[in-house]
């Protein structure tokens, strides 16, 4: 067992990259990273994003790999060592229930994304496809016929829908409903987290606990902020959880990644 060699975990919106719009990546966290890797450690990407969600700025930064879709999809090199794969009628049932209870659903999978090709007036729904279509493999299909199959989804309901307990219900048995700001939901493969993937990578590198350290920024990265004893937050984060880290650090614009890293002796 290596005992000197440390595993950083990244996510990417707020923690990386701001998550105003403009997504910008300062070039701190890139020097950051490129010498903590320097330095012998290994750096991965942890998000909530699919890989093919993941854009070309943020993989050819200089990570050594990937874990994709909270813990459903993990690339090393280049190479996938795990995936999720839901089965076929697993999917096609989700697919039929968010038709029947009019929800507006992002189906997303490691090679591409898909959603109805009939849109509501969700302005949200609307930004993100604009953005899937620009960075993703984007199609606007959601038909169960064509064995469409995905690793999670998303999905926005009506403040008023009567559906919304029967659609947790129907989920139970295969997916964790993960309630998310104002009327969005974040669903995902039962027994998969963020937490879950840097246990994966733990063993496959065979590194104990103690080396892994977690950069996040929001209450979608607590499982991950809860596994690992080397626990960062950004400083715009919840204070629930801002209390229970290791270390806040300064935002995405203020050089936080590169400071935290350099207060931690990673570099």
């Not at 990259?17 to 910008?24: F, L, S, V």
């Not at 459903?72 to 968010?98: M, Q, S, W």
């Not at 960062?232 to 936080?256: A, C, F, H, Q, S």
């Amino acid at each position: 067992m290596n005992k000197t060699r440390r595993i950083l975990f990244f996510d990417i919106d707020g923690t990386l990259i701001t998550d105003d719009g403009k997504r910008y990546f300062p070039d701190s966290a890139k020097e950051a990273i490129q010498k903590a890797r320097e330095n012998g450690h290994l750096a991965f990407i942890n998000t909530g994003r699919v890989f093919c969600n993941v854009t070309e700025e943020i993989r050819s930064a200089g990570f050594d790999g990937f874990v994709c879709g909270c813990g459903t999809h993990i690339v090393y090199n280049g190479e996938t060592l795990f995936h999720h794969d839901t089965p076929y009628e697993v999917c096609a049932g989700v697919i039929r229930k968010c038709r029947e209870y009019k929800m507006d659903a992002v189906y997303e999978h490691a090679d591409k994304v898909f959603t109805s090709a009939a849109f509501s007036d969700n302005e949200h729904l609307k930004e993100l496809i604009s953005y899937f279509k620009a960075t993703s493999t984007y199609m606007e299909y959601d038909d169960p016929a064509n064995d469409q199959i995905f690793d999670k989804f998303c999905a926005w309901y009506d403040a008023d829908t009567p559906y919304l307990e029967a659609f947790k219900t129907y989920l139970e048995k295969d997916y964790m409903y993960i309630q998310r700001e104002g009327n969005f939901c974040e669903v995902v493969p039962k027994g998969y987290t963020k937490a879950t993937g840097i246990r994966y990578l733990l063993d496959y590198f065979d590194l104990p606990l103690e080396n892994a350290y977690a950069f996040g920024d929001g209450s979608n990265d607590e499982p991950m902020l809860a596994y690992v004893p080397n626990s960062i937050i950004m400083k715009k984060g919840p204070e629930y959880l801002r209390k229970k880290v290791r270390l806040v650090t300064d935002d995405v614009r203020e050089d936080g990644i590169y400071k935290a890293m350099k207060k931690m002796e990673i570099i």
